[in-house]
C-alpha cells in the first residue's frame, strides 16, 4: 500500500520518462520533497545507466518503477492516460525523441492543458548543436566555466558533473518547474520548461562574468581569487599527504588564519598584492607541511581562519558538523546525502529506497486508476513488462 508522502510537495504528481543523470536528479529533488513520482522505466537493457543494483541507483529513490516498451502504442496511450491526471511529466531526451513517442508537448497538453512538460537536454531544444550528442564536460565547455577551473599552467579542471548536469540541470528544471507550476494555479495553463544544461552552466557563471567585464577578473586559469590564484584561498598538501582548505578571503579571517598558521602579516607582501601571491603560495605550503590535516583542523578548530580539513567520501558522514546536521542518513543499507533544503513545517524525506526497475507496476498503475483487466492487456500488447 503506498505510504502517505512527507514534504511540501505532498498532492503534486508527476510523470518522469526515465533516463540518466540530470532529470531523474530532479525528480530525486522533488520526490524528496514530497512530489508523487512515477518513473516510466524503458525495458532492460536500454538505460544506459551504470553497471551497479539498483538499489544504489540513488537517483532514482523515493519515488516507484513502472517498466513499459513506450515502442508500443499500448503503452503512449496508457502514459497519455496518466498525464491527464498529471501535473508535471519530466523527459530527459534529446530534441525529437518524445515526439517519436508520441508523447510530445502538443499531444501531452492537448491531453492535460494544465500540464508542465519538463525538457532537460544539454544543448536545448534548438540550435546548431541542439541533436548533438554530448556530456556535462562539453556542457560547461562551451561556456567558460570549464576554461575558469584549474591551476595556473594546468589543464582545466574537470569538476566532476556538478556543474553542467546537476547545477546547470537539474536544480534549474527544478525551479523552471516548480516557477510554472505557481504561474499555472492562476492561468489554468501549463507550458514547457526548457532546461538545458549549457543554459544553466551560463547562469552559473553570472559572478564571474561581472567581475570579468570589470576588469576584477583574469581570463587566465588560476590566477584570480577564487580559482585557486589566491594563497588564502586554495587547498594545501599537509604532512600526511592529505589536504586542507583555506577561505580567508576577508581581512580579519585572513590574519586570524595567519595566526593559526604563526605567521606575522609584516613578514608577508600585502594580501591583495597579486605580485606577492606566489612567495605568498611558497609559504603557506611550507607551513601546511609541518603538521598532518588532522593537526591543523583542531587547530583552526574555534577560530575564524577559514582552514577545514577536505575529506574523502568515507569520512565526510561521519565529520562531526554533518553528522549532527544529520546532512547523511542510511537508507536501505546505503549511506547518501539526505535531503535538501529543510522545511520548519513540512520536512521532506526519502520516501523509498531505489526501486528495481518495474518494481511497483501492478501498485503504481492501479493508483492511477488502470484496472487489474486492463494491465492484463497492457501486458499481452508487450506493452507493460
Known sequence: MKTQAKGPLAGIRIVEVGSIGPAPFCCMLLA???AEVVRIDRPAGHDGGAPIDARFELLNRSRRSVQMNLKQPEATAAVLRMVEQADVLVEGFRPGVMERLGLGPDTCLAANPRLVYGRMTGWGQDGPLARAP?????????TGAL??????GEAPAIPLNLVGDFGGGSLYLALGILSALLEARGSGRGQVVDAAMVDGAASLMTLIYGFHAAGYWKDERGS???DSG????NVYETLDGKHVSIAANEGRFYREALGVLGLEERDLPAQHDQAGWPLMKRRFAEVFKTRSRDEWAV???GTQACIVPVLSLSEAPGHAHVRQRGSFVEVGGVVQPAPAPRFSRTPGAIQNPPPRPGQDTEAALADWGFSPQEQQRLRAAGAVL
Do not use: C, T
Not at 576554461?147 to 595556473?152: C, K, L, T
Not at 589566491?230 to 584561498?233: D, E, G, I, Q, S
Open 32 to 34: 524528496d520533497l514530497g
Open 134 to 142: 554530448g556530456h556535462d564536460v562539453n556542457y560547461i565547455s562551451l
Open 147 to 152: 576554461h575558469a577551473m584549474g591551476r595556473a
Open 224 to 226: 584570480n581569487r577564487l
Open 230 to 233: 589566491a594563497p588564502w584561498y
Open 299 to 301: 587547530r583552526a578548530e
